[in-house]
T-cell receptor, first 113, second 116 residues
Framework: DAGVTQSPTHLIKTRGQHVTLRCSPISGHKSVSWYQQVLGQGPQFIFQYYEKEERGRGNFPDRFSARQFPNYSSELNVNALLLGDSALYLCASSLRLAGGEQFFGPGTRLTVL | AQSVTQPDIHITVSEGASLELRCNYS??????LFWYVQSPGQGLQLLLK??????LVQGIKGFEAEFKRSQSSFNLRKPSVHWSDAAEYFCAVGAIRGSTLGRLYFGRGTQLTVWP
């Protein structure tokens, strides 16, 4: 079975631009979460979607938004990029809202110049 | 608020030696507990998890972890380290109830170097 997939693998943007990151969960998984991992730190929670509804939001500005589609894939959007948004963005999927294992994708490496 | 502390930023061990990575957490109840491993440029792979029951849990690649409620700890151990274990290790807690249900809180990670 395919694991969690993310696209693109790498991305270079300049300050002020907008970016869209994509995630496809494991088949049958209804929950998708997004995490930001800055170099040298642990992942930090951004969003969780379950059954196409936002079920949690971390301490990130409104420039960050996300959605989940009927097929349970998800997009993370970041507007007005800042240098500090440079990070590895990880997507995780799970069967349930909570209490289950979260399976992580390989991530999208975003560099903001 | 939930938090995870991994006090060791970098650990170096010789191949074949035993390993223990420390993890302490702060949470109002017993949370879900996880250890993940990350190789350079890769995503996170789950090593093991604790939800309830037996406080000594076995994971993949010969790793185990012990939950100690009195110490709010969930330390990861391996009796004999292999060179392929060199990676970064993250401890995480998951909320079991409330507004933060479903999200994971990670420590800052411990980088493991293995000498041949």
């Amino acid at each position: 079975d395919a694991g969690v997939t993310q696209s693109p693998t790498h991305l270079i943007k300049t300050r002020g631009q907008h970016v869209t990151l994509r995630c496809s969960p494991i088949s049958g998984h209804k929950s998708v979460s997004w995490y930001q991992q800055v170099l040298g730190q642990g992942p930090q929670f951004i969003f969780q979607y379950y059954e196409k509804e936002e079920r949690g939001r971390g301490n990130f500005p409104d420039r960050f938004s996300a959605r989940q589609f009927p097929n349970y894939s998800s997009e993370l959007n970041v507007n007005a990029l800042l240098l500090g948004d440079s990070a590895l963005y990880l997507c995780a999927s799970s069967l349930r809202l909570a209490g289950g294992e979260q399976f992580f994708g390989p991530g999208t490496r975003l560099t903001v110049l | 608020a939930q938090s995870v502390t991994q006090p060791d930023i970098h650990i170096t061990v010789s191949e074949g030696a035993s390993l223990e990575l420390r993890c302490n957490y702060s949470y109002g109840a017993t949370p879900y507990l996880f250890w993940y491993v990350q190789s350079p440029g890769q995503g996170l792979q789950l090593l093991l998890k604790y939800f309830s029951g037996d406080t000594l849990v076995q994971g993949i690649k010969g790793f185990e972890a012990e939950f100690k409620r009195s110490q709010s700890s969930f330390n990861l151990r391996k009796p004999s380290v292999h060179w392929s274990d060199a990676a970064e290790y993250f401890c995480a807690v998951g909320a079991i109830r409330g507004s933060t249900l479903g999200r994971l809180y990670f420590g800052r990670g411990t980088q493991l170097t293995v000498w041949p």
